[in-house]
């Protein structure tokens, strides 16, 4: 890691965390320095310079929205990470947390200011605090969801995203220890796992249909297992919605395809098994406001992106041998609690969302300090879970970390999120990606995977699973 790195808190749980130090006064490089107003005697925050805004913007948050939000382009992403982007986005937070030691600084941009917290302390608060406050129906991301899914739970606040969470949280078992289909689903899996393993060859596009087909029946039932023309009515928004930050709205085309999306879910909502996410959202009673039907459009954007997961998850099993192996050595091979850790760490290195971007809704302090109403506020988890300062080995694949007590609350490890903002379907879909490894893995092992990852050294930032191809043999 280049430059000092802060200071520790000696009381503080965060190995390199700038807890304990006189945050408001220090430090502010070449931006707004903070400290006392003249007029309120109130501390004012860190602002950065237009270079460091502009740096920002170029290395990290322009490559995101390249790479694509909603639906990834895979051309780009394979670019980016051949140039070295991630190199960038690093190097970029790091100077920005030396130069303001740790403290939240502001960086304007396109759609208002936004405060980035680089500290651990700083993001277990964001975490702590009600989506009420710190609302996740930030601009950008309302413009994006606005395409997919204008009736899902991100996209509303107040109230009615009240009402529509407490719907997601009951139809994906948030708080249930496993979901009560969960042998329902397990049996879909398995269906649909054994075309999987009929060649020694595992490419990713086999590997995402069958995720496609796995979803599709969780969701809506066996009715919607071949209906490829709803999945690329859902691709084409999805691809859509990449261009929803620089649009006013979405097109009328976008509207006309949602809509036939949505007709189509509703063709099978009658029909859908109580066993299934639709299935049960039409059994519960809501107001209609909330939509049952169309928060079926994020079930579903989520567990396709499950295959995804699946692919990186075996091709850093197939780098690195002796985690595969350590998965046999229980009574009922594979060991689905290994695995499972196997599958968090995949996400810790290679987040879905590497950004956590949510909007102030009433003007609040942070460190003491007062920031208005409307700020964005952005937590880059995915640099803070591979930053070594923070957290040990953090580049590389080390399944172990989850077994400590209490990793999965961990602020510095939040693939799914922490607090009110937690993603609702976080344990559902943990268990479809770790039922299909083992599945893949019950008779098979791994030989060997495309591209080539050394377990010796840090893994790459980025890791495109368009290209992933694995091979199987039989155990």
Known sequence: MSGPVPAADPGSPYPGSSIGAPDPSRGAGSGEP??????????????????????????????????GVSAPRPAVGSLLGAVGQPRWSAATLRSLRDRYGGAPVLLGGASGDTLVLLDPADVEDFFARPVRELAL?????????????PTGVICAHGDLREAR???????????????????TFRTVIAEECVRLTTGPT???????????RISRRIVLGDQAAGDEELARWLLTLRQEGNWGAVRRGPTPANRRLYQAATDRLHVYAPHAPGTTLLGQAMKTACDPDVD???????????????GLIVARTLL???????????LYNAPHAPDTGRLRACVLETLRLYPLVNDLLRILRADTTWRGVPYKAGTHVLVPIGFLQRDSSLVPGGSLFAPGRWHTEGAEHDPRMAPFGHGEGRCPGDRLGLMVATEICA?????HHLTKGSPRL?????LPGALNASGIRLTLARS
């Open 137 to 149: 129906d930030a601009v950008d991301k309302t413009k994006i969801f606005s395409v997919l899914e």
């Open 202 to 212: 595992l490419p990713y596009a086999r590997l995402e249909r069958a995720a496609q």
């Open 454 to 458: 050394d377990p010796h050294r840090s």
């Open 316 to 326: 850093l099993l197939a780098a690195h041998p002796a985690e595969q192996t350590a």
């Open 34 to 67: 903070a400290g006392p107003s003249p007029r309120s005697g109130a501390a004012r925050p860190h602002r950065a310079g237009r270079g460091e805004s502009l740096r920002f913007a170029v290395t990290h948050t322009l490559p995101a929205f390249a790479r």
């Open 165 to 183: 969470r407490a719907l997601n949280d009951r139809v994906l078992g948030h708080h249930e220890e496993t979901h009560p289909s969960c042998e």
């Open 439 to 443: 599945q893949l893995l019950r008779a």
């Open 292 to 306: 049952a039907v169309g928060q079926a459009h994020h079930w579903l954007l989520a567990l396709d992106a499950i």
